[in-house]
């Protein structure tokens, strides 16, 4: 490939831009590399674009015009061109969506912005105040690292007032420096926990394998508690000596203080934090320095992966099932299967932890394509709690209640003892439908086909497909009816209510995500939880991710045949994993955790499967259910939604599609549809789903291509493709 490109040659610039196709300029003077940041001229505007290769020659060349600037930013690494390339192909994305998803920080071509500073000066205060002290020491504690001024005061817990009159004695000086300062190194040579015989084993594995500086993966299976990330944070650790840098993806809400607390823990500094609660000044500082290099570590959501890494030598997926790292709008990708391709593109480590795999990772570890590495036993004393089905069906319990009296009892019980409860439902708000008992009919969203749920604690009506809301009615909207209106079915904030009745004395706290402003304030909550602050927890899937909570004994789960209706594939499998993993957060500490199941059919083979906590068994007979079917991860799915707000047009143009399916057939795929999607409308259009089924090992994308290219879209008329889809709503 040509590696540099004088001024005045022609040069395909790939912008941010919805074309598809990259624009020819001319090199700028001083020329410039393959891989650059630039801005370039498109029509009126200045645009973000990277040179991409030797230009085409397409175009009338008296009318091409010179690249604006080369930003000052480190170029775009083969790599992640190559990578994002090949993530394109493989979503059906083209190539501008792509490099739009690897440009998420604003005002990367802006001059570096300057902040004021503070560090440890020559002066003596003339007095010394603790408030004072605080300061001191916290800047010494950053080894003469310049601080902001809220840093310090975080870390002091003063006001700016104490900082500047320390500056005024001399004692703290402030300065002037770039804002997009590096991270401040990470130190390897710190010694991570003692290691169990177990971890130590799978740590050392893994350290051997990121050190041979090749591609591999390895899932990295182990109960929750049993130390995953004790031995995930060895790999990271190998990876820096190395000199190369790590990123670890987690659950966007599992991405606590705690876990970022003990990073620091282990290598001394915080890493780069990479979120959507991250500021903007932020995101461009973790940009540039990952790729410069001054960013060792980056702690992140699924987005991080599309950062300018300088040299990426490991990824570690946590709780590599979960399924919101399934970006469902825009550019729809798996940041699992993605993590994967970019690490072997670029010589690096997969791990992919979780105490309840994924069906896919699950059966390339049995297929050999990756390693498997297993924690069998929690770490200390703390032991898998025990779990029990509470048979609904022989339980007395009036309506408009859900708590049974089995449930109820061990609930006292630990409440008695001191020790905290949690009752489960996967369910936001007071109620999922609101009925009218005059007219029989349910209040539905103007915008989709859904039910609108009440949400008591904002007295409003919310739509969970649109995010439309509005004040609760006092009168019927059908028919008028004053005062008729009932809630049906129970959601959080109901079942709260519920709670408050039974356990009149208890400390309730309900997490729910929408019941909390900011995510820091959601923060607070659970770490006042955590610390002891309430007897009863009452939570939505928010809570089953990663928190810690040590007191929690007893997990009561109100419905766990809630996931098993309806007729997704992965019902059984999210099913599984979810109840799994709720009934981890029983018994983390010294203390015993008991786990209870509320079920009409405590026989159903995934409730048993749980219960016994046989996963091979379970996976297995997943396993060959999903082969005799031909479904993932044995055979490819892509789904097709097709919408406008033309109630006729989806279906028609579905049918077409399905009609001329040559392309399809050419590669043994076959076509289902088209239906109306389970939720027909939502915000206004019309949705029409089709679904393509493969044979594993065929060239989907490219017969999608080929099926679709002939279509023409009329005006507002929305096609998109998602390839192994996980929602098929
Ligand atoms: P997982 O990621 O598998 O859920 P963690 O790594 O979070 O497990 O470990 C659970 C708890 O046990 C954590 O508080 C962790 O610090 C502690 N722990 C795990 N292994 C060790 C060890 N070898 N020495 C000390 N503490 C450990
Ligand atoms: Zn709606």
Known sequence: MQEFFDEGELVAVLTTQPLDRTLDYRAPEGGCVPGAFVQVPLGPRQVLGVVWGPGKGDFDLSKIRPVSRVLNVAPMRTELRDFLEKAGTYTLTPLPAMLRLATRAPGLGDPPGMRTVYRAGDGEPSRMTDARTRVMDALAEHGGAALTMKEICDAAGTSSSVVKGLVKSGAVVEESAPRDLPFPRLDTGLSGKDLTPDQSAAAGTLAQAVKSGTYGTTLLRGVTGSGKTEVYLEAVAACLSAGRQALVLLPEIA???????????????????????????????????????????????????????????????DEEHDSSYKQEEGVLYNARDMAVLRASINGAQVVLASATPSLESWSNAEAGKYRRLDLESRFGPSRLPQMRAIDMRAEKLESNRWISPTLRAEVMKRIEAGEQALLFLNRRGYAPVTLCRACGEKIGCEHCDAAMVEHRFLKRLVCHQCGESRPMPEICPHCEAEGRLAPVGPGVERLTEEAQEVFPDARIATLSSDLFGSARALKERIEAIAAGAADLVIGTQLVAKGHNFPLLTLVGVIDADLGLQGADLRAAERTFQLMRQVSGRAGRADRPGTALLQTHQPEHPVIRAILTGQEETFWQTEADTRRALGMPPYGRLAGLILSSTDAQEPMQIGTTLARNDAALRAIGAQVFGPAPAPIPRVRGRHRVRLLVKAPKGAPVQDAIARWLAPLTLPRDFRLSVDIDPQSFL
């Not at 606590?256 to 991250?278: C, D, I, K, N, Y």
């Open 255 to 317: 991405l606590t203080q705690e876990f970022l607390s003990r990073v620091e823990a282990r290598f001394g500094a915080r890493p780069a934090e990479w979120h959507h609660g991250v500021t903007m000044t932020e995101r461009r500082r973790i940009w540039k320095m990952v790729g410069q290099g001054g960013a060792e570590l980056v702690v992140g959501a699924r987005s991080a992966l599309f950062l300018p890494f300088r040299d990426l030598g490991l990824i570690v997926v």
